[in-house]
């Protein structure tokens, strides 16, 4: 049977299981076998899931468990999806005990789910033949997502953390987006493509009403500490490629600093164009002020296209963006347009052996 498998490679999720009311790690994970139903197998290890952190000793003591969770279920044939229930921190450092190689013999591909800390490990497992990279948000990141939307967008009060309007509203709606996100994960991987279609607004450069791109990158912060590396070259090269920035919590002079590490890379030299998703620093948003800041970075006579969108990023509701594999870009308004995939395939064992036909996913 095809499997799912959850990760908690970077920060834990044992405060997430808490906000979900359930009892524990087995309790979430047959939770969301509830949820997909007998299609798939859900499987993950329940102590790296709430494992502990202590910010004082390093952050998670487990480093090599959790590289050697994560290269299993790469190398296992039966798992169609791995998704990242959290981001959060200490993750990058142990890319080096992870063996990618393993990707090269698989049969079918393997689809990875997540973002922000987890951008390095979307990047370079979508850069394989036998990996699909989806930069999407992990489930863990609804609570804060929710509770965000509510302040911003439904004018309701409420601090961060505690009992609130904003609070209360995010509690109604957390496990039914909760159930979502995991059939939304099954639609992509069974080929039938998402209900989180993505728009964005041109604010610089010209693009044709219709054209391909394909995007690379990610979190801001955590994109720039492959710079440099054996990934730089072979899974963030921005040569051809539409590169992808966001970020939370940060300020615009770091935020500046960061953008000028891919200056002094020459990524603005090769890129074919930029999609900037969200910034925000808590409730102060960013996203025009970085597209406005590219002017200070992108080279003179630059005539780069700048696409904004607040869909990608710390957000709820985000949209899905597939990393290394063509997409189609086509305009729906005078300065808006939508990214669309065409003919892509996640090779779901399932759809076949099931079947269900594979459809294009063109929304």
Known sequence: MAKIHLIAPAGSCRRFVEQLGLASADTLIAHIQGIVGSDFAVTGDADLIAAAEDDDRGGRGDDRERAA???R???DQEVA?????RGGAWFTRILQLIDFFVLDRRARPVSVFGFSELTTLVNIVGAHANGRGIYDLCPGSLPSGLRRHAR???GLSGEPEGRSPADDWMKSRLLPEFAAYFLDVISIIEGRGTCRGLTAERV???LPDR???TFVGGNLCVLTTLLGSEAHRDVVNPAGRWLVIEDINEKPERIDRFLAHLTLAGFWDLCAGILVGDFHLQDRQFTAAVAAMLAYHLPPDCSVPILTTTQVGHVWPMSPLPLHVPLTLERSGENDYS???SNLRFDSPTAEAMGRPTEDSDF
Do not use: F, K
């Open 211 to 213: 054209c391909e791109a």
């Open 81 to 85: 999806a791995i998704v990242a229930l």
């Open 73 to 75: 279920a790469l190398a």
């Open 69 to 71: 969770d994560i290269q």
């Open 152 to 154: 911003m967008h439904l």
């Open 339 to 341: 990214i669309r995939w």
């Open 204 to 206: 610089a450069g010209e």
